[in-house]
C-alpha cells in the first residue's frame, strides 16, 4: 500500500476520528438526526479539511511558530466561510437543517489537529489526502449513526421508507437521548469485535517509536489520571 492510499485507509478505519479517536462528538450527536444530515455535516467538514490542510501544508514553512496557531484558525474559518455560503446557496434546505453546526466546524476539533499533528508537518498532496481519509471517516461515521437513528427513529433512511407499515418507530432515537444511545450501541459493537477503538483496549503492542499506541485502557497515563 502506497502512504497515498494509505492515508486514506487510516482516516476511515485505523484512525477513524470518531470510533477510534472519539473526537468530534458535538456535532456527530447534534446533527446526526438523520442519514442525509450526518452525510451533509461530513462531506462539508471534508471540504472543509481538505483544503484547510492544503493550504497550511504549503504554507508551513512561512507561518512563525508563535503564530501557528491563529494562523491555522483563520484558514480554516476562511474555507469554512466559503463552504457556508455554497452550502446555503445551493443547498438551502440542508443548510437550515444544519444550522448552527456548519460555522462551529471552524472549532472542530478534528479540522485543528490534522492541521496541527500533520499538515504542518508534511508537503500539501499527502496533507490532502490525509485530509480526505479523515473527512471520509468522520462522513462514513455520521452517515451511519444518522442512518441508524432514522431506521429506529422514523422508519426510513435518506427518506425512503423501509419499514414495514405496522413498525411502530420509537421517536427517543431522533430525539437528543438517541444520539447518545446509538453511539454507545455502536462503541459496545466494536469493543465486542475488537475493532480499532480507544476504549476495548485492543491494541497489545506499543509502537517502537513512542506515542499513543489506541490502548487507552492499559496505558500507564490514562491509570495515573484515574488515580488521581
Known amino acids: 500500500m502506497n502512504k497515498y492510499a494509505e492515508?486514506?485507509?487510516?482516516?476511515i478505519w485505523k484512525e477513524n476520528p470518531i470510533f477510534v479517536q472519539m473526537l468530534g462528538l458535538c456535532p456527530t450527536l447534534a446533527v446526526t438526526t438523520s442519514a442525509i444530515n450526518g452525510l451533509g455535516m461530513g462531506l462539508s467538514t471534508t471540504a472543509v479539511l481538505v483544503a484547510a490542510n492544503i493550504i497550511i501544508a504549503a504554507l508551513r514553512k512561512i507561518i512563525p511558530?508563535?503564530?501557528?496557531l491563529p494562523a491555522e484558525i483563520v484558514v480554516v474559518a476562511s474555507m469554512v466561510t466559503i463552504v457556508d455560503m455554497l452550502m446555503e446557496g445551493f443547498v438551502p434546505s440542508l443548510y437550515s437543517a444544519l444550522g448552527i453546526y456548519i460555522p462551529l466546524i471552524v472549532v472542530n476539533c478534528i479540522i485543528l489537529g490534522r492541521?496541527?499533528?500533520y499538515a504542518m508537518k508534511n508537503k500539501p498532496l499527502i496533507s490532502a489526502f490525509d485530509g480526505i481519509g479523515m473527512g471520509l471517516g468522520f462522513t462514513i461515521a455520521l452517515a451511519l449513526i444518522g442512518g441508524f437513528r432514522e431506521i429506529l427513529g422514523a422508519g426510513t433512511v435518506f427518506g425512503i421508507q423501509i419499514m414495514p407499515a405496522s413498525y411502530q418507530p420509537i421517536?427517543?432515537?431522533?430525539?437528543?437521548p438517541g444520539a447518545f444511545f446509538v453511539l454507545s450501541m455502536l462503541t459496545a459493537l466494536q469493543n465486542k469485535l475488537k475493532a480499532p477503538c480507544a476504549t476495548n483496549g485492543s491494541a497489545k503492542k506499543k509502537k517502537k517509536s513512542g506515542g499513543c499506541n489506541g490502548d487507552c485502557l492499559s496505558c500507564s497515563g490514562h491509570s495515573q489520571n484515574t488515580a488521581e
Open 7 to 11: 492515508r486514506i485507509y487510516n482516516g
Open 65 to 68: 511558530d508563535r503564530l501557528r
Open 115 to 117: 492541521a496541527e499533528a
Open 171 to 176: 421517536s427517543i432515537f431522533i430525539l437528543a
